[in-house]
Structure formats: C-alpha cells, structure tokens
C-alpha cells in the first residue's frame, strides 16, 4: 500500500472535504491505530480514482473485518522505541541494551504475525498478501537473544567479558570480607555496626572523637559532625581495582552493543520494509475496527456514475439517523430534493457525498448489503453559506465562485452536490440562473444533486429527461419530518405550518397566507397600492414605474432563462410558476416587509398560468394605467384587507410607526420606526440599519394597516431578538445589570 495512492484528488477540491466532514472520518478512523506509522497512513488518507486499487483496498479491508469478526487476536508487532532505531541506522549510533530489547521484542512479533497470515492465506488473500512481504530475519533475532536479556548483556556475549566479571565477583568477594573484619575490630568506636557507601565505596561510620584509630581517607561526616566516614587503606585498594575492572567491562560491553549495531545495519532495509508493512497491517486492522463499529460493508463499484444504496447512515451520526435510500446514474443522472426545513435534505445530501469519500479511500460504509458506488474522477460539494468576512464574501458571492469552479471541472465522470440551489440573492434571478447552471451540467451529462425550495427547479426536473425530482417525506398531520426520501416525488416546504409551530405569531401566519392566497392576490394588492399612489403624484409616478420594472425585470430573468422552464410554467399543471412571479413582483414593490411576508408561501400556492408579462419578449415597462387589473375574486381578496378608504394609497402627509415610506433619492423604501421629531427628521429603517431623514425628503408608499395586523407587536421589525427578551423581563421586574443598548442612527441617511 504505496501512499501516493492516497494522494488528494487534484478535482476534489479542498473545502468539499471540509464541507463533507472527511476530516471528521479520517480523525475517527486515527482511533483505532495503535502505531506511530498507522496514524501516518491515516493522516495521508485521500480517495482516490483507480477503481482497480480501490477495488483491491475494499476487498482486503473486508477480509480484516471478516478475521476480527471471528475473534481472533491479531498479533500486531510494536513499534515502540522503532521510529528512533529506524532513524539512527546507519548513522553511526551505537544501540544500547534498551534499543535491542525493543529490536528484539518487533522481531518476535514480526515472525508470529507472518506465520498468523499465513494461516489466514486461503480465506483472506488479499489481507494476507502484506506478510508474504515481510522478512523473518532470524539471525539478528538469535544474535540479540545470545547477548541480552532483561536489559543487560549476558556474561556468554564473549570470552573477554566472561573474564573480567569474575575477576570483579573475586575482588568484591574479597573487599566484602576484609570490610567485615574491620568491622568486628572497630566495633567500639563505629557510631553504628554496618559499613555505608559514600560515591560508591565502602567506609565505616567512625565517632569523631576516635577518627585517629582507622587509617583511612575522609570520605563524608554527618551534618551534626558527631560521625565521620573513613575508607580504610586496606578497602580502598579493593575499590581501585574493581573500578579498574569496571571500565574494562564497559569497554567490552560498548564492543558487544557495536558488533551488534554492525549487525542490524546489515539488515536496515529488512527491519524497515517489515515496520512499513506492520504499519499498513496496523492501517489495515483500523479500518477494519471502524467498520465494525459501524456495522459497515462492502460495495460493488462502478465508473458509470451509478450510486445505489439501501439503509445508508452518515458514519457521524450512528443510529440516530434514518437510513437512507438513493440512488442515482441509472433512469436519471440529476436529482433535484425537496422538502421542508429541517427535514434532513442536507443530511441526505452529505450522507451521499461522504460515503462516495469514504468508498473511494477504501473504507467500507454503512449501509445494507449489495449497494453500489461509482468511482468519480472529482467530487464537488457547495453546501453551506461560505460567507467570511475576511474575503469579503456574501452568500451570493461564495456561491457563484464555487459553482464557477464546478463549471470549469465537471464532466461525465463528476459528482456534484448542490445545497439550497438560488439561494442567497434576488428569488427570480437566482432560479433563471440555477436552471441555466442545471441546463449545462445536464448537457455535460454530471452526476448532480441539488437540494432546494423553489417550484420552477422542480417543474425543470419534471420537464427535463434524465432528471428526477425527489421529497424528504413530512408527516403533515404531526407536523414532524420523517427524514425518509422519496424519489419520483416534488416536496413542499410548509413554510407556514413550520413556522407557527416553532412559534411565529398567528398574526403573521395569517398575513402571510392572505398575501399567497390565490397565486399572490394578496401580494398583488399591496402591489396596487403602490401605483395607486403613484398615479396620484407626477413626481412619484416615475419611481413607481421603475420598481415596477426592476420588478418585471427580474421576474423576467427568473422565469423565463430558459425555455424548459417557459413550457413548463406555461402548461396549465405547472406548479405555480405564475403565482411565484407575481408574489416575487410584489415583494419588489413593497420591499422590504411585504417581500420577507411572502416568500415563506411560495409552495403553497395554488397552480397559476404564467403572467405573459414576465415571459421573455413581453415589454417590461408599462405605464401604471395599463396595469392588468385583477380577478374579481383578487379584488375581493384585497378589500377583505385594505379598507376601502385606504385602497388609492395614503391619504395624509402625516407619517406614523409602521408606515412604508419611499426614499427617492436613495430609489429605496423603508419603514417608519420613529415618528417626526422637532427638527422634522423622521426614524426610517431601510433593509435592516436606522436612520434620520428629513420629512420633506420621504414620500407615503403604503399604510402599516396595509402591511401589519392591528395587533402587530412591531418590536419585531425593529428590535433585535435579544433586546426584545431583556425588555419583556425588564416589564416583569427590576433586573439589576441588565441595559439594553440601541444602535446610533446613521447620519445623512445615506446607506
């Protein structure tokens, strides 16, 4: 197992890994090895893209799962102490007994562990093969156990060192016993009847006042003074000698420990292929270990771009996930999931990337028996907002620089996996530029699968050959996801049934509904509103009419990019491609409240013909006289709402809190949060910041009875969630420490 096999893949880039969670696996996976050179083939662990080595890796890693599944202990030789032998060899260090002792301990498990695969060799072949690689090398093993043992070397090592230990067990013997003597004839004197050493040699513990009685060297006293130690002359001829014969055994042994080191270089090359292959068997045996936990399998593989696979679980979720069923490659090559918010469609769509990871690194994955993976050339994966404010990227921006580097990589033999597809910037210019994104892949004939929200997305899928739409299913009774995905299916998103129950005010389900409420009536009245007031006044009329065709403008875009999807909105059972536009032509008009009140219905509504308005080749500026005026059940929608003094647009110059206000020299709208003040400037919040802007500068867009319920608590548009908390809890009671910090108007109001 070579490691520039598990090379990073030049076409997988870095942050689909990271998006992917490989390096989460590839930690996990770190667990279960148990050497230094293990973790090392771990660390460098990549998919690769020669489906005959991975076919090789998954089978042996297979056949490790199947030896463990049998009980058995795999004698895995140490490698303690052999990274630092490895790298001495040959540099002229001489081993001592410690380095020899773990050289010694890895040739015995070396020689256990080949002849353990060898056993194994019929029903683990490929597992088995690593063994036959490895080097018993059993005169190095015999040399080492003739001249160490337990640490230190045998006195049978040589002749020489066989002779000067007993020349020192002889001069000891004799030291030991004149030291005894003189014992007994000092008796009377000694402080203490036992002799001590003193820098490793023997003196008797003398009363200072008798010091002149022993002749001798000084060698120590006690810290009280009262006891001096004395070497008498007699012992210390003994010491000289066995010193002396000490460094002459030193010599012999640094001459034993350096023809052995001679000897293990000989076999340097040996001792490193076995402890490279002890390192992959350890490698090998982890992933094993990691399937096991995982109750992972093996797969078939193939280059066609089929992925087939039955109770798939994303290995860091363990049981508490729902298997999985997908396929993919056969009748379709694009998948367009969809599904309400936290129904598991990104789950579903990272479960199918990290095991297409995992399966083209060679690990088994968890999932039933009998699935199938397609080895890819490149793995491309744009999940997550990738905002960073370092880069200065929006969502929008992070989006499309990922979907350019798929475009300049993707090809037959690419996966790609798209979450929240036209997210991050205007609805209908976001989804005419995804179906043009998805026209290409499509040409290309790429492996994609995208997670969205959008109808048109889902009608493309419908429209296209070789594209499928699929649902996360949603128990709607429960109001609970299933987490199962159903393909075949287009999915809804319930927006408003989410919503209320993760507790959003009824009051702005309710407005919510009424401006999805038959295709966008409710939004087209407010819309209405706006050129009502426009016809009023000359030098407002020209700002209307150029929302109105930014509007059409990007509805344009959005529905008509290409012609898969004009067909598509234009059959009579299009899933409301019509109502998607005019609800996305109000929320231009009466941006930003009237817009964020809309866009959570977009499944909702009910099937629509496409306004001709917004299809390619329609006029996109069109005089606020010639406006299609609505249905009669519309209108009747937008009475039951607006009150009928009201429908023309504001009646009075006088502003209030809520009201929608047009900035024509910004060419924005905004909605009034604090009324006019004594120098005539009045609070308008514009897309999220506050500002002062004087009165003669604003212009009445639409009423807050028009964009609010009577009952609205309108801390919600202004306010932040957290200060909306403190001052709900600040009304209860006194709450010491706790200040609510308002952010300063910006000046000029200028944005």
Not at 96 to 110: I, K, P, R, T, Y
Not at 432 to 456: K, M, P, Q, Y
């Given at each position: 197992?070579?490691?520039?096999?598990?090379?990073?893949?030049?076409?997988?880039?870095?942050?689909?890994?990271?998006?992917?969670?490989?390096?989460?696996?590839?930690?996990?996976?770190?667990t279960y090895a148990v050497s230094y050179l293990g973790r090392r083939h771990i660390a460098a662990l990549r998919p690769i893209g020669d489906a005959r080595t991975l076919r090789r890796r998954l089978d042996e890693t297979d056949e490790a799962a199947g030896v463990l599944r049998r009980g058995a202990s795999?004698?895995?030789?140490?490698?303690?102490?052999?990274?630092?032998?490895?790298?001495?060899?040959?540099?002229?260090?001489?081993?001592?007994?410690?380095?020899?002792?773990?050289?010694?301990?890895?040739?015995?498990?070396?020689?256990?562990?080949?002849?353990?695969?060898?056993?194994?060799?019929?029903?683990?072949?490929?597992?088995?093969?690593?063994?036959?690689?490895?080097?018993?090398?059993?005169?190095?093993?015999?040399?080492?156990?003739?001249?160490?043992?337990?640490?230190?070397?045998?006195?049978?090592?040589?002749?020489?060192?066989?002779?000067?230990?007993?020349?020192?067990?002889?001069?000891?013997?004799?030291?030991?016993?004149?030291?005894?003597?003189?014992?007994?004839?000092?008796?009377?004197?000694?402080?203490?009847?036992?002799?001590?050493?003193?820098?490793?040699?023997?003196?008797?513990?003398?009363?200072?006042?008798?010091?002149?009685?022993?002749?001798?060297?000084?060698?120590?006293?006690?810290?009280?003074?009262?006891?001096?130690?004395?070497?008498?002359?007699?012992?210390?001829?003994?010491?000289?000698?066995?010193?002396?014969?000490?460094?002459?055994?030193?010599?012999?042994?640094?001459?034993?420990?350096?023809?052995?080191?001679?000897?293990?270089?000989?076999?340097?090359?040996?001792?490193?292929?076995?402890?490279?292959?002890?390192?992959?068997?350890?490698?090998?045996?982890?992933?094993?270990?990691?399937?096991?936990?995982?109750?992972?399998?093996?797969?078939?593989?193939?280059?066609?771009?089929?992925?087939?696979?039955?109770?798939?679980?994303?290995?860091?979720?363990?049981?508490?996930?729902?298997?999985?069923?997908?396929?993919?490659?056969?009748?379709?090559?694009?998948?367009?999931?969809?599904?309400?918010?936290?129904?598991?469609?990104?789950?579903?769509?990272?479960?199918?990337?990290?095991?297409?990871?995992?399966?083209?690194?060679?690990?088994?994955?968890?999932?039933?028996?009998?699935?199938?993976?397609?080895?890819?050339?490149?793995?491309?994966?744009?999940?997550?907002?990738?905002?960073?404010?370092?880069?200065?990227?929006?969502?929008?921006?992070?989006?499309?620089?990922?979907?350019?580097?798929?475009?300049?990589?993707?090809?037959?033999?690419?996966?790609?996996?798209?979450?929240?597809?036209?997210?991050?910037?205007?609805?209908?210019?976001?989804?005419?530029?995804?179906?043009?994104?998805?026209?290409?892949?499509?040409?290309?004939?790429?492996?994609?699968?995208?997670?969205?929200?959008?109808?048109?997305?889902?009608?493309?899928?419908?429209?296209?050959?070789?594209?499928?739409?699929?649902?996360?299913?949603?128990?709607?009774?429960?109001?609970?996801?299933?987490?199962?995905?159903?393909?075949?299916?287009?999915?809804?998103?319930?927006?408003?049934?989410?919503?209320?129950?993760?507790?959003?005010?009824?009051?702005?389900?309710?407005?919510?509904?009424?401006?999805?409420?038959?295709?966008?009536?409710g939004a087209r009245a407010v819309g209405g509103d706006a050129r009502a007031e426009g016809a009023e006044s000359d030098g407002r009329s020209d700002a209307v009419r150029a929302e109105g065709a930014s509007s059409a403008d990007g509805g344009a875009e959005g529905g008509g990019r290409s012609g898969a999807?004009?067909?598509?909105?234009?059959?009579?059972?299009?899933?409301?491609?019509?109502?998607?536009?005019?609800?996305?032509?109000?929320?231009?008009?009466?941006?930003?409240?009237?817009?964020?009140?809309?866009?959570?219905?977009?499944?909702?509504?009910?099937?629509?013909?496409?306004?001709?308005?917004?299809?390619?080749?329609?006029?996109?500026?069109?005089?606020?006289?010639?406006?299609?005026?609505?249905?009669?059940?519309?209108?009747?929608?937008?009475?039951?709402?607006?009150?009928?003094?009201?429908?023309?647009?504001?009646?009075?110059?006088?502003?209030?809190?809520?009201?929608?206000?047009?900035?024509?020299?910004?060419?924005?709208?905004?909605?009034?949060?604090?009324?006019?003040?004594?120098?005539?400037?009045?609070?308008?919040?514009?897309?999220?910041?506050?500002?002062?802007?004087?009165?003669?500068?604003?212009?009445?867009?639409?009423?807050?009875?028009?964009?609010?319920?009577?009952?609205?608590?309108?801390?919600?548009?202004?306010?932040?969630?957290?200060?909306?908390?403190?001052?709900?809890?600040?009304?209860?009671?006194?709450?010491?420490?706790?200040?609510?910090?308002?952010?300063?108007?910006?000046?000029?109001?200028?944005?």
């Amino acid at each position: 197992m070579n490691d520039t096999l598990y090379r990073q893949h030049p076409n997988i880039h870095p942050q689909t890994l990271e998006r992917l969670q490989y390096e989460r696996v590839v930690a996990d996976l770190s667990t279960y090895a148990v050497s230094y050179l293990g973790r090392r083939h771990i660390a460098a662990l990549r998919p690769i893209g020669d489906a005959r080595t991975l076919r090789r890796r998954l089978d042996e890693t297979d056949e490790a799962a199947g030896v463990l599944r049998r009980g058995a202990s795999i004698p895995l030789p140490s490698l303690t102490g052999m990274e630092s032998i490895l790298d001495l060899l040959g540099a002229g260090y001489v081993f001592g007994e410690a380095d020899f002792m773990h050289l010694h301990q890895f040739l015995v498990s070396c020689a256990q562990l080949i002849q353990y695969m060898h056993a194994k060799a019929d029903w683990a072949p490929n597992a088995a093969a690593y063994a036959s690689g490895m080097h018993r090398l059993d005169r190095l093993r015999e040399e080492i156990e003739r001249c160490i043992r337990s640490g230190r070397v045998l006195d049978s090592a040589s002749r020489e060192l066989s002779k000067v230990r007993r020349r020192m067990a002889t001069a000891e013997e004799r030291s030991s016993r004149r030291l005894a003597e003189l014992m007994a004839k000092h008796r009377s004197i000694l402080q203490e009847n036992l002799a001590v050493q003193r820098g490793g040699r023997f003196a008797l513990p003398v009363r200072r006042e008798s010091r002149k009685a022993v002749k001798g060297s000084v060698l120590d006293e006690s810290s009280s003074g009262q006891t001096v130690y004395i070497e008498p002359e007699e012992i210390r001829q003994f010491h000289d000698e066995l010193e002396r014969l000490r460094a002459e055994e030193a010599r012999e042994e640094t001459k034993i420990l350096s023809e052995l080191t001679g000897l293990a270089e000989q076999f340097g090359q040996e001792l490193r292929v076995n402890a490279e292959l002890v390192g992959e068997y350890d490698f090998l045996f982890a992933k094993a270990r990691y399937a096991l936990a995982l109750d992972a399998v093996n797969v078939a593989l193939n280059t066609e771009g089929r992925i087939r696979l039955r109770g798939a679980r994303h290995p860091l979720m363990g049981a508490n996930m729902v298997p999985l069923n997908f396929e993919l490659g056969v009748r379709f090559r694009m998948l367009i999931v969809t599904g309400p918010n936290t129904g598991g469609k990104t789950l579903a769509l990272k479960t199918v990337g990290l095991l297409t990871l995992m399966g083209q690194s060679g690990l088994l994955i968890p999932a039933e028996a009998g699935g199938e993976l397609s080895v890819f050339d490149g793995i491309e994966a744009d999940i997550g907002d990738g905002q960073s404010i370092e880069q200065a990227l929006s969502t929008f921006s992070a989006h499309i620089g990922r979907v350019k580097h798929i475009l300049e990589t993707a090809n037959r033999r690419t996966l790609v996996l798209i979450d929240e597809m036209a997210s991050g910037t205007d609805p209908g210019e976001g989804v005419g530029l995804s179906i043009a994104v998805l026209e290409e892949l499509h040409r290309r004939g790429t492996c994609v699968v995208v997670t969205t929200h959008f109808t048109e997305i889902k009608t493309f899928a419908s429209a296209t050959p070789g594209c499928e739409n699929a649902r996360m299913e949603f128990d709607a009774q429960t109001l609970q996801p299933l987490y199962r995905l159903t393909i075949g299916e287009a999915g809804r998103s319930y927006a408003f049934a989410i919503a209320q129950k993760l507790g959003l005010p009824d009051a702005v389900i309710r407005r919510a509904e009424h401006l999805t409420a038959g295709g966008g009536a409710g939004a087209r009245a407010v819309g209405g509103d706006a050129r009502a007031e426009g016809a009023e006044s000359d030098g407002r009329s020209d700002a209307v009419r150029a929302e109105g065709a930014s509007s059409a403008d990007g509805g344009a875009e959005g529905g008509g990019r290409s012609g898969a999807t004009q067909a598509a909105c234009a059959a009579p059972q299009a899933e409301g491609c019509g109502a998607e536009n005019s609800a996305h032509a109000a929320g231009a008009a009466a941006e930003p409240s009237a817009a964020e009140a809309s866009a959570p219905g977009r499944e909702l509504q009910p099937a629509a013909k496409a306004d001709p308005a917004l299809l390619p080749g329609a006029s996109l500026r069109r005089p606020a006289a010639e406006a299609p005026q609505p249905s009669a059940p519309e209108a009747d929608g937008a009475a039951a709402d607006v009150p009928a003094d009201e429908a023309a647009g504001p009646q009075t110059s006088f502003l209030r809190i809520g009201d929608s206000v047009s900035v024509p020299y910004l060419g924005k709208t905004g909605i009034v949060y604090a009324e006019e003040d004594a120098m005539g400037s009045i609070g308008v919040q514009i897309q999220g910041s506050k500002f002062r802007i004087a009165r003669k500068r604003l212009q009445p867009h639409i009423p807050r009875e028009s964009l609010y319920p009577e009952d609205y608590d309108l801390s919600i548009v202004f306010d932040s969630k957290s200060n909306r908390k403190k001052r709900r809890k600040m009304e209860r009671r006194h709450m010491e420490g706790v200040t609510i910090v308002l952010p300063p108007d910006e000046p000029g109001g200028k944005p």
